[in-house]
């Protein structure tokens, strides 16, 4: 059993004094090669997995009565019954939990324990990995398997009502079906996806986290889904047969009046156009075309979307000024969070070293940074 998956056992045997008939399940964060703020507008995107996961060992209760959770991360404990809620606020850890509980209800009230080494908050979705995670626990403790897409989806509406973020659906879906050594080119309009292999002998994709995790992050998201709802009905408005964002063409834009709306529509266009120019490159292994498209999506959540900060739009620059780097972007919501920097095979750690020093001296916090391995499947192993 790999050593994550030992260790969430090792820890329930210490909360719950042993682990018998536990099951270990896991789900990974995710990193986004391009196609950011297009998949809740029916659009397209190239997430891959990480090798970071959110690990959850569960079984039925012993006591036979109470729902008992457990966060090795956090070194918290949630007690509940079943016929009540958790007096958590939304978005505690415990409600995502108890959200995918209510969801997919076990046979019995449970005993369940989270631990994982998805950085949290940082926009590398530990949220969906611990949804997913949770998922597949209860669908072993029901005995009865969910279709992935049907998981994420559930997933999906737990974040909503319980955690009230109006996230869209790339994140649980990559993390429940992503392939190891694949990006997952998603069409979040038709729900399809196909994997697609990275020949990644020549290429590195580092990841750069801020560090900044801003209180507003998650009221501009949902401004931004906002304002493209009303950016939609502006286009209806004269072309009723436009029914997401994601059909609007060029000639929309340019009828549009310069505005807030104007910046969002087009971003959203372009994205979706990097996002298939993107599919193509990593098919071709071509690096430097993949790397200009992630400056130039770095350039639109800058300029038209605006969802960018200063600290990120330094590590992008200062990484792109670097020998080695293709190209390097933000991702995810915005506002802090991490990069994505797609570097020359060998060069990631003397990249990292380098922007870590830059980034220091400037704003006197120091930065995390990985390199990303191929990815681990989600899965569940019985013992
Ligand atoms: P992101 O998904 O980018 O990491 P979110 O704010 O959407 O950021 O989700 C982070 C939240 O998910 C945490 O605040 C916590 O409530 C929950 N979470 C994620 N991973 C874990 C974990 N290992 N243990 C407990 N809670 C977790
Ligand atoms: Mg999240």
Redesign the pocket.
């Known amino acids: 059993m790999p050593d994550m998956e030992q260790a969430a056992k090792e820890a329930f045997t210490k909360w719950r004094g042993d682990a018998d008939r536990v099951i270990v399940a896991r789900a990974p ?1 995710r990193v986004n090669l391009v196609g950011d703020h297009t998949d809740y507008n029916d659009g397209l995107v190239l997430p891959m997995i990480l090798d970071r996961a ?1 690990y959850v060992a569960a079984r039925l209760s012993l006591d036979g009565r109470t729902h008992h959770l457990w ?4 070194r918290e404990g949630v007690t509940y019954s079943p016929e009540q809620w958790p007096r958590v606020r939304p ?3 415990a409600s ?1 939990i108890a959200g995918m509980i209510q969801e997919l209800p076990p046979p019995g009230p449970i005993e369940l324990l ?3 080494n ?13 949804e997913m995670a949770t998922g597949l626990a209860l669908e072993a403790l029901r005995g009865k398997s969910v279709p992935p897409l049907d998981l994420a989806q559930i997933g999906q509406r737990v ?1 909503h009502r319980y ?1 009230g ?1 109006k ?1 869209g659906i790339m ?1 649980q879906i990559v993390s429940r079906a992503g392939r190891t050594g694949h990006a997952l080119f998603l069409d979040c309009h038709t729900l399809k996806w196909e994997h697609i292999p990275i020949r990644s002998e020549g290429i590195q994709f580092l990841v750069i986290d801020s560090r900044v995790r801003r209180q507003l992050a ?1 009221s501009k998201y949902n401004e931004r889904r906002a304002e493209c709802q009303k950016a939609l009905q502006c286009i209806q408005a004269s072309d009723a047969a436009i029914t997401s964002l994601r059909y609007a063409g060029t000639h929309h834009v340019d009828e549009l009046k310069e505005s807030v709306f104007q910046r969002r529509i087009r971003h959203v266009i372009s994205e979706n156009k990097r996002v298939e120019e993107a599919c193509s490159a990593v098919i071709r292994s071509d690096w430097s075309t993949l790397g200009r498209i992630l400056s130039l999506s770095h350039e639109s959540l800058r300029e038209d979307y605006e969802v960018s900060c200063e600290e990120m739009d330094f590590l992008a620059a200062y990484a792109e000024s670097l020998p080695g780097v293709f190209g390097a972007r933000m991702m ?1 919501g915005g506002f802090g ?1 991490c990069t994505i920097n797609l570097v020359r095979s060998g060069d990631g750690s003397a990249v990292a070293a380098s922007v870590t020093a830059a980034y220091e001296g400037k704003y006197k916090q120091k930065p995390t940074s990985h390199i990303i391995g191929t990815g681990l499947e989600a899965g569940c192993s019985y013992d």
């Open positions: 964060g959110v966060s090795e991360n956090y978005g505690h850890w995502y989270v631990m994982g998805v950085p949290l908050g940082a926009g590398l979705s530990s949220s969906a990995a611990l974040e955690a973020v996230c994140d998650t995810g969070g």
